[in-house]
């Protein structure tokens, strides 16, 4: 069956390193994946799309990049900032019209 | 920027009630979506809807479920015989094309007693 993997429920790093996170998935054949970010108590917010022809995308201080060789993305927020405490998604693309997440990243960045 | 908007923002309700949860997708999207997160949870796909009918299910959408578009703007996500077990967010998603970028709402908390 299909899975996506995103590791470490949470991620606790120092105001201006580097984030990284990882989406892992099997079973998926995806043309693209996108990342999502989410607030406690409100809808996730699309962030970022990578098509397995980009080996990276960037946007502002995010990073995406994505190896379907692997089956992995990597989410990259450089200088990171409280602000950018959040939960962060992914999601492969889907044969089907059923597009679905994974489990998410809680990302928090301290002071 | 247009926004999906979803109504109620809370919704209490007693087991076996039926509720309706409304969605007033992106004007000029043509795909439509439920998703649920249980407190604390993923997010999980419930539904997709095109053309005027279900494209997608998942295994969460049993008959317990609904979904309908009843006018050009709304659409409707119905639960009957509410259960505990349906206290969630329930958050509704449109976009332009098929596996595009979603665009959500802020979602309706439903909880059932």
């Known amino acids: 069956s299909q899975k996506i993997e995103q590791n470490s429920e949470a991620l606790n790093i120092q105001e201006g390193k580097t984030a990284t996170l990882t989406c892992n998935y099997t079973?998926?054949?995806?043309?693209?994946l996108q990342w999502y970010r989410q607030d406690p108590g409100r809808g996730p917010v699309f962030l970022l799309l990578?098509?397995?022809?980009?080996k990276e995308k960037r946007k502002e201080r995010l990073k995406v990049t994505f190896d379907t060789t692997l089956k992995q993305s990597l989410f990259h927020i450089t200088a990171s900032q409280p602000a950018d405490s959040a939960t962060y998604l992914c999601?492969?693309?889907?044969?089907?019209?059923?597009?679905?997440f994974g489990a998410g990243t809680r990302l928090t960045v301290k002071p | 920027e247009p926004e999906v908007t979803q109504t109620p923002s809370h919704q209490v309700t007693q087991m076996g009630q039926e509720v309706i949860l409304r969605c007033v997708p992106i004007?000029?999207?043509?795909?439509f979506y439920w998703y649920r997160q249980i407190l604390g949870q993923k997010v999980e796909f419930l539904v997709s809807?095109?053309?005027?009918?279900?494209?997608?299910k998942s295994e969460i959408f049993d008959d317990q479920f609904s979904v309908e578009r009843p006018d050009g703007s709304n659409f409707t996500l119905k639960i009957r015989s509410t259960k505990l077990e349906d206290s969630a967010m329930y958050f509704c998603?449109?976009?332009?094309?098929?596996?595009?970028?979603?665009?959500f709402g802020n979602g309706t908390r439903l909880t059932v007693t």
């Open positions: 998603a449109s976009s332009e094309e098929r596996n595009s970028p979603l665009h």
């Open positions: 079973n998926y054949s995806p043309a693209y």
């Open positions: 990578i098509r397995e022809n980009e």
């Open positions: 999601a492969p693309e889907s044969n089907n019209n059923d597009m679905r």
């Open positions: 004007s000029n999207h043509l795909y």
């Open positions: 809807f095109y053309n005027n009918e279900i494209s997608e």
